[in-house]
């Protein structure tokens, strides 16, 4: 089992190098390709359609196709679709390209894939070793994500140091995309049928599926108002508010992406003293106090600092979030429980930004900040009241 979480662990590492990477890099690539602002969004959304439509797949059809083998489909078509992402300078090709492939151009993993392996990443420990095992998951996720906004320096390598055109370099830099999703292939392969088991999706037992809407109910709140608080509408907060110029931007979020992983540790050691649940809401709504007090600080290095406390919170229920609901589900119903929480997600995030902007236009920049905080400190006292009583396994 501890080598089936650490071919987990590093497929899943890979990926996140691959995602930080295409993140900042896409829309360059794209726009270096000929392609409108129009065309290149549409890109990028045909890869987030793509990657829902795969979350929807692994929801409801992952065990029946078995969690290895469609892992190994999906690393094969995202290489693919990397590969023809760097070859092909066509619209409609880029397209299908980024659909199939499921290209991801947002800079975070939220794919099919993350659904099996949150699900398969239980039975490769015991109840006590559940939230550390997620932890250090999402540690390497963001480690991955934030080394590979830095490979994002690539081209500008490839051009300095190897004599390519631009052209040539950044498809040189999304044929390493493709590489990297491409050698996850061999860690899927080699888990066992233990960790990756085909099986028929189950019914849902009644107390599994009080749990499973009551809690999904409450993280549409929560990704609702994640929405407000995308990476580009915060990006454009602190350029629009304080002039702050893209390369500080990036170097800020880099810190945030390092803060983030830290925080997935603290986040273990802390709920083996006052609980998973606790550990969600009390340290996330200090969080939300410090979103708060960013939307007016007088200065950009104020805001920078209180940016970066914020990001060292926010994250630690993550992991904790996630040991909480595979615990409280049978371990035939992991799959579509993930699956099925990803979905909300996927939504809410997906609805809104576009208010989001609506906001920052007729009020003020920070205003999206505002209203994201406050449905998050709303979120996270209903999410207490709600579970504080339901324990897991290993807190009863």
């Avoid at 802390?270 to 969080?287: C, D, Q, W």
């Avoid at 994250?315 to 409280?328: C, F, G, I, K």
């Avoid at 989001?356 to 209203?371: F, H, I, K, N, Y």
């Amino acid at each position: 089992m501890m080598n089936d979480r650490r071919r987990l662990y590093t497929a899943a590492f890979l990926r996140a190098l691959a995602t930080g990477m295409a993140g900042v890099l896409l829309g360059l690539h794209l726009a270096r390709q000929g392609l409108s602002a129009a065309a290149f969004g549409s890109v990028i959304a045909a890869g987030l359609l793509g990657a829902t439509l795969a979350v929807g797949l692994a929801t409801w059809w992952g065990d029946r196709i078995g969690r290895r083998r469609l892992l190994l489909w999906l690393s094969g078509l995202s290489a693919l679709g990397g590969l023809a992402v760097a070859l092909s300078g066509d619209a409609a090709l880029l397209g299908a390209a980024a659909l199939l492939g499921m290209v991801n151009g947002m800079g975070r993993d939220r794919g099919a894939a993350l659904v099996l392996e949150q699900a398969m990443l239980p039975a490769t420990t015991d109840d006590a070793g559940r939230t550390g095992a997620f932890a250090r998951y999402n540690l390497l996720m963001d480690l991955g994500h934030a080394l590979g906004a830095l490979a994002a320096a690539l081209p500008e390598l490839l051009r300095a140091w190897g004599g390519v055109g631009e052209a040539l370099a950044y498809q040189g830099a999304f044929l390493v995309y493709a590489a990297l999703l491409a050698a996850g292939l061999p860690f899927y392969a080699g888990l066992s049928a233990a960790a990756a088991p085909a099986r028929a999706l189950p019914d849902l037992a009644p107390q599994s599926r009080r749990v499973l809407w009551r809690i999904s109910a409450l993280f549409a709140v929560d990704s609702i108002a994640g929405g407000f608080l995308g990476a580009a509408l915060i990006s454009y907060f602190f350029f629009e508010r304080f002039g702050a110029s893209p390369a500080v931007i990036g170097a800020l979020f880099f810190g945030a992406r390092l803060m983030n992983a830290a925080s997935h540790l603290g986040a273990a050691w802390l709920a083996k003293r006052i609980g998973l649940v606790n550990t969600m809401v009390f340290t996330h709504i200090p969080s939300s106090f410090l979103l708060l007090t960013i939307a007016v600080a007088p200065s950009f290095e104020i805001a920078a600092l209180l940016f970066l406390l914020r990001e060292g919170l926010v994250e630690m229920d993550v992991p904790t979030r996630q040991s909480y609901v595979m615990a409280m589900v049978r371990p035939e119903e992991r799959t579509f429980a993930s699956g099925v929480t990803h979905l909300v997600r996927l939504g809410g995030w997906s609805v809104a930004p576009a208010f989001a902007g609506w906001l920052m236009q007729v009020a003020a920049p920070g205003s999206p900040l505002m209203v994201g905080a406050a449905l998050k400190i709303g979120y996270d006292l209903l999410l207490w009241r709600a579970f504080r009583g339901l324990k897991p396994p290993e807190e009863r």
